[in-house]
């Protein structure tokens, strides 16, 4: 049996939130974070003995914060912001963002910071390994005082109220969840349904989820660059180590050291070595590892904002280790927001240049003797004409809501909230065009594979052709194009298999 992921509030990795929220299993609190917790909580009982008034414990919120509640009242106070504060609308979150964001908030909560009862981290983590699934509305979040409508909607679960997802489908009411799984209603006590929903957590589950696909994706796209340069027989010289040596960002070494290796030992190189009258190649092709590596650093910023972000105390107000509970502004989500949109906007870099080199695969003029459209038949048939209109069509859509939204602030809560990043809005935008890319990437490897098959029986670059090979022994099959078929079906069986990671090259070994 897998062990359960141990969560202590300081040591949760990127890979370990996409293996849970995606292939399931179980989660536990550490020992020694509950110890701390227990630790933290005795400083707000203290606090709470003593009369001090402290936001959001006995106070009001936000433009609230001035409302003193009684003591008698400081639990209903907790309950009545969870049930106030659930205003998510729209369609729901995917089930693995939701298990990704509970795991996230469980282990932040105990961190602590949080000042909560050890039973409140616990009770999330039961939540989790029941396979419970809260209903959690994608809009409604600006993501100012943290992701406080989606972890509201969590949190009404946890008191069994609103909706999760059923076993067979559907919707079922919480309580019915819970008493099947043998779990009682939690029950906030004084600060901690401020502490849930104070936080970046569902946002920070996208991103999490986004750079590890991300980053597959890329290495894919690399892939897919290789072998539309081999299918249009361009050259690898602009890929040679001292050119990047000479410009060492990682990203561009890492590119160029991938392609070089996908392109190593290449028949088809060696067939136009002499006597090509082409100077150059275009920037589609030459300029690869330049725009890519590009790319790669700008994934490897959000990843690293991620990876600060899942370990890091975003409630409010915060214990601190003296004793002292103090108000901050840690739920702020503007460096998630802000690598959100980073991430979208070069994922649009990404895909733009695969179409280009789509677009080089199927016109006739641009593809170095290639059939036009990569069709034996042109004329009457239209091989893969529609395929790059697609492309285009999908590249179009990513630049038209790429605008970052981490920039656009509306003012919230009686301009008690008057600056605002806006991280869901950022983290929808950047899902879509990671969805695009995958699609726009399938297009390029169904192009150029074809291209790959119509120089045959010249071989590509070994690494290509375990690409190659890899692709057409795709189940379903993504077969070579004989007379027109729909392409549809093949470019989402090739965006599917990008998104699991079956046409990943790695490394190019």
């Known amino acids: 049996m897998v062990p359960p992921l141990l969560l202590d509030g300081n040591s949760l990795a990127i890979s ?11 989660a536990a609190a550490a020992p020694s974070a509950l110890a701390e917790v227990a630790a933290s909580r005795v400083h707000v009982d203290r606090a709470l003995a003593e009369g001090r008034v402290i936001y959001g414990i006995n106070t009001g919120f936000g433009k609230l914060a001035n409302v003193l509640i009684a003591p008698d009242r400081l639990d209903a106070l907790q309950v009545n912001l969870v049930r106030s504060h ?6 729901p979150l995917p089930a693995e963002v939701v298990r990704a964001t509970m795991l996230l908030r469980a282990n932040v909560l105990l961190r602590p910071t949080s000042g909560v009862r050890p039973a409140l981290a616990e009770a999330v983590l039961a939540l989790l390994n029941a396979g419970i699934v809260p209903v959690v509305p994608e809009q409604g979040s600006v993501g100012a005082s943290g992701d406080l409508a989606p972890l509201s909607h969590i949190a009404l679960a946890l008191m069994g109220e609103g909706e999760v997802l059923a076993p067979g489908g559907g919707r079922e009411a919480a309580g019915s969840a819970l008493a099947r799984a043998g779990l009682a209603p939690f029950r906030f006590a004084p600060k901690e349904g401020l502490a849930f929903i104070n936080g970046t957590q569902a946002q920070t589950a996208m991103l999490s989820l986004l750079v590890h696909d991300a980053k597959v994706l890329w290495r894919t796209a690399v892939g897919a660059a290789a072998m539309s340069l081999e299918a249009l027989r361009g050259t690898p010289v602009p890929f040679d180590p001292r050119i990047h040596a000479a410009r060492p960002h990682p990203g561009q070494l890492h590119a160029a050291a991938l392609l070089r290796s996908l392109l190593a030992d290449s028949e088809i190189r060696e067939s136009h070595r002499e006597n090509d009258p082409r100077v150059q190649d275009a920037y589609s092709l030459r300029c690869a590892p330049q725009v890519l590596g590009a790319v790669a650093d700008a994934i490897a910023f959000a990843a690293g904002v991620a990876a600060i972000e899942l370990n890091a105390s975003t409630d409010n107000p915060l214990v601190l ?26 994922l649009v870099t990404l895909q733009a240049i695969a179409e280009r080199r789509v677009e080089r695969l199927v016109n006739p003029d641009l593809s170095h003797g290639l059939p036009a459209f990569l069709t034996a038949d042109p004329g009457l048939s239209s091989g893969y004409m529609m395929v790059q209109i697609t492309a285009a069509a999908l590249v179009a859509e990513s630049r038209a809501i790429a605008m970052p939204a981490s920039i656009g602030s509306i003012p919230t809560d009686a301009n008690q909230e008057d600056f605002v990043p806006m991280g869901m809005g950022a983290a929808w935008k950047a899902a879509r065009i990671l969805a695009n890319a995958q699609r726009v990437v399938a297009a390029e490897l169904l192009c150029a594979a074809q291209g790959l098959e119509l120089l045959r029986p010249l071989r590509p670059g070994r690494g290509v052709e375990r690409l190659h090979r890899a692709l057409r022994a795709l189940e379903p099959p993504v077969p070579s194009l004989v007379e027109d078929r729909p392409p549809a079906g093949d470019l989402e069986r090739l965006a599917a ?8 090259p790695g490394e190019g070994r």
């Open 16 to 26: 370990d939130v996409v293996r849970f929220a995606r292939r399931g299993g179980t």
């Open 86 to 91: 659930a205003a998510g609308v729209g369609a």
């Open 321 to 346: 280790e003296d004793g002292s509970v103090v108000s901050g502004g840690n739920f702020r989500g503007q460096p998630v927001a802000q690598a959100l949109d980073v991430l979208a906007l070069t």
């Open 497 to 504: 298999a990008i998104r699991a990671g079956d046409l990943d």
